[in-house]
């Protein structure tokens, strides 16, 4: 019994021993568990619509694309629009296209589509040569490029459309000017190319500008980071180009903008408030 007794009270001295440790040490390791995954949970919520609404530069509005484009304008031309001329250019003259954060440009037919809303195709498939209701070689949309590989892609992003409404490809590179004047003198209702060699077909009137009601912007930067609007050459060209083809029909209301891929507005509106 004695024997008994000792081992009982030695147990119950040995569970008591263990009882009084382990429920002091279960709470806290609860209590510092839930607030940690708490802190997880938060940091991974917090980044994502701040740099959604940060990175959304595609989003800007007309107001701000139009900001933006003039603002390049100016810096690379060395001049100085009135408050009168600044007037004159409306926000309307501005294409608005449906993107996201990474413009897919396999889906750049359906967004024209979409922005030129019920009355795409009658501006896009309008008339055909034998009924005499256009003039060959001249497209109702012009897509700028900074080079030959990207004029091929967004004219792959054309492709939905491109069945019935003919495209063309007018840069300089494997393709002879001859052969470009030879294939405006057919039906075109997309045009897709480089600044220099669109001009040049301008000049010698193979490319018609009677139809001409967007002219699309290809804003993408290659992989050293250039665009149209920086790359050294390039972007003097298209100056030029629009410079003598577009602008006045842009402050006459005539031409529509559409700027493809993302800008960055912040800097361009403050170096424009700053000039107007």
């Known amino acids: 019994m004695g024997s008994s007794r000792s081992a009982a009270g030695r147990g119950g001295g040995g569970g008591g021993r263990k ?54 304008y100016q810096s690379a031309n060395g001049i100085h629009l009135s408050s009168l001329e600044l007037d004159s250019i409306r926000d309307t003259c501005i294409l608005e296209l449906s993107q996201g954060p990474e413009p897919d440009v396999n889906a750049l037919g359906k967004q024209i589509k979409a922005a030129f809303g019920p009355s795409w195709k009658g501006v896009l498939y309008e008339g055909s040569l034998d009924q005499g209701k256009i003039h060959p070689g001249s497209p109702a949309v012009i897509a700028i490029t900074a080079s030959a590989i990207r004029t091929i892609e967004i004219l792959r992003g054309f492709r939905s459309l491109t069945r019935e409404c003919h495209a063309a490809k007018l840069f300089s590179k494997h393709i002879k000017i001859e052969e470009q004047v030879a294939m405006l003198k057919n039906r075109v209702n997309i045009a897709c190319g480089t600044p220099n060699r669109i001009k040049k077909l301008i000049d010698i009137e193979a490319l018609g500008l009677s139809r001409l009601s967007v002219i699309l912007l290809d804003m993408h930067t290659d992989v050293k980071g250039y665009s149209l609007l920086t790359l050294p050459q390039i972007r003097d060209e298209f100056w030029d180009l629009y410079k003598n083809y577009f602008h006045e029909r842009i402050v006459e209301g005539n031409l529509r903008i559409c700027l493809f891929g993302p800008i960055n507005i912040q800097n361009e509106i403050k170096g424009k408030s700053s000039k107007v």
């Open 19 to 72: 009882s009084s440790r382990f429920p002091p040490k279960n709470p806290p390791f609860k209590q510092q568990k839930q607030p940690k995954k708490k802190k997880k949970e938060a940091g991974r919520e917090e980044p994502t619509p701040s740099s959604e609404d940060t990175a959304g530069r595609p989003l800007a509005s007309a107001s701000e694309q139009l900001g933006f484009f003039l603002a390049q």
